[in-house]
């Protein structure tokens, strides 16, 4: 068996695993950046980078690659009635940071910009499948064990990144453990030809029927998401598709204007699980989790990719005062990473979920508890503010129970008018 050597070796090659590599390569670092699949498979998701990665894109050389693919800028979130009305708008226009947009783009097209973007000290592999991990003497995870074909090897580094999605194997071998979750229900995603109705927003339904939501995508192309029992369309024939559709736009009006173009698309349509869990520990000697491999969450928030994204930056950040050569230095920068990620990873996740909850729910009461939350956030300026800098990316500031008390309007918000600073 032969054995090949880096500095670090990154396991998967979704957002994560791309970051990870242009992260810690841009550190002057060696790395392998093995893949099992033999190319990207096209899926719907992923799609809205936030202002914070926006920053950290710019930095790797990655946005203006994006911006040349004609990446789409997107200055609102807004939650809306089935009819269109507006409930709660969160203009990141507000934030007055250098960069208070998001973008849009399909997710290859964003894993091939971060491809491009790669140093050259990244030596990325595809068809690779890591079967185990190589510990050293003392139980340190000091490499992996992979496989082209029949062909084994090793490979040793000075550390391992787990990029390896929701499934990983890696997590599993090293002792880690996470609890994925499974919402509910399921999102129907179809792509139409043409651009929504707001050109310049996600737009999210409360509906009876649960979420639907809409935004651009480049070349006037529309993303619409639709959430859905996990049976619903089962072996549905093209005529209860056309049904389907005609019950969806009499359900929620507003879609009215893509009423046609949806009943051309729905056959390409994607169903997607949806799950929510975190990783209570993210890090064990020699190997760190990143990604989907310690976190996922709903995608109404678009927080998942980015969130990855954040991972990869926190971690060369931690790693670019160390000596990489010396073991008890990188896991000391490991166990640092750690204490400071995790608490962040959990934020977005209680916050993704209790946005999930709220525009979600399918009951009455449901309905109504999400619509007055939304409407409590939207009458304080404040709460908008600061429910649209949680969004972003740039930081967190989780809300308070006094918070939520505004927000029921069990109490007024004296300070609904101020902006707090931006961080």
């Known amino acids: 068996m032969t054995t090949r050597y880096a500095d670090a070796v990154v396991c998967g090659s979704g957002v994560a695993g791309l970051a990870a590599a242009c992260a810690l390569g841009r550190l002057g670092l060696d790395v392998a950046l093995l893949e099992k699949t033999p190319r990207q498979p096209l899926v719907p998701k992923g799609e809205v980078l936030q202002p914070g990665s926006l920053h950290i894109l710019a930095e790797w050389g990655a946005l203006s690659a994006l911006e040349e693919r004609r990446a789409v800028r997107l200055n609102r979130l807004v939650a809306r009635q089935p009819d269109g009305a507006e409930l709660l708008a969160m203009d990141f ?44 003497t003392d139980g340190r995870v000091a490499g992996v064990r992979a496989a082209v074909g029949r062909s084994e090897f090793d490979v040793r580094a000075r550390f391992v990144v787990a990029a390896d999605g929701m499934s990983s194997r890696l997590r599993k071998l090293s002792g880690m453990t996470a609890a994925p979750v499974a919402y509910g229900h399921r999102l129907l995603a179809v792509e139409l030809p043409g651009p929504p109705a707001a050109a310049d927003e996600v737009s999210a339904y409360i509906t009876g029927r649960g979420l639907v939501m809409a935004y651009p995508l480049p070349d006037d192309r529309t993303r619409c998401y639709v959430q859905v029992a996990a049976d619903e369309l089962r072996n549905a024939d093209a005529a209860r598709l056309r049904r389907w559709c005609d019950e969806l736009v009499e359900d929620v009006p507003a879609l009215a204007p893509l009423a046609r173009r949806l009943q051309d698309a729905i056959g390409r349509r994607h169903l997607l699980k949806v799950w929510r869990y975190w990783a209570p520990s993210v890090v064990r000697p020699g190997i760190v989790l990143v990604g989907e491999a310690a976190h996922g969450v709903h995608p109404l928030a678009a927080q998942g990719m980015n969130t990855a994204i954040g991972d990869a930056h926190a971690l060369a950040a931690h790693l670019s005062a160390v000596d990489t050569q010396k073991s008890v230095e990188v896991d000391r920068a490991l166990e640092s990473y750690e204490e400071q990620r995790v608490d962040r990873i959990r934020d977005i996740h209680v916050m993704s979920h209790r946005a999930a909850r709220m525009m979600t729910s399918t009951s009455r009461g449901g309905r109504l508890l999400g619509k007055r939350l939304l409407s409590g956030t939207a009458r304080s300026r404040r709460l908008r503010h600061q429910l649209t800098y949680n969004l972003s990316g740039l930081g967190m500031r989780p809300l308070s129970v006094l918070d939520r008390l505004f927000q029921l309007g069990v109490l007024p918000d004296r300070r609904a008018q101020p902006f707090p600073a931006t961080e």
């Not at 507000?94 to 998001?102: A, F, H, Q």
């Not at 790669?118 to 990325?124: A, E, F, K, M």
């Open 93 to 136: 226009g507000l934030l007055g940071d250098e960069r208070s947009w998001m973008l849009s783009h399909t997710y290859e097209t964003i894993l091939d910009c971060l491809g491009d973007s790669l140093p050259g000290t990244v030596r990325w592999q595809r068809g690779v499948l890591v079967n185990d991990i190589v510990n050293d």
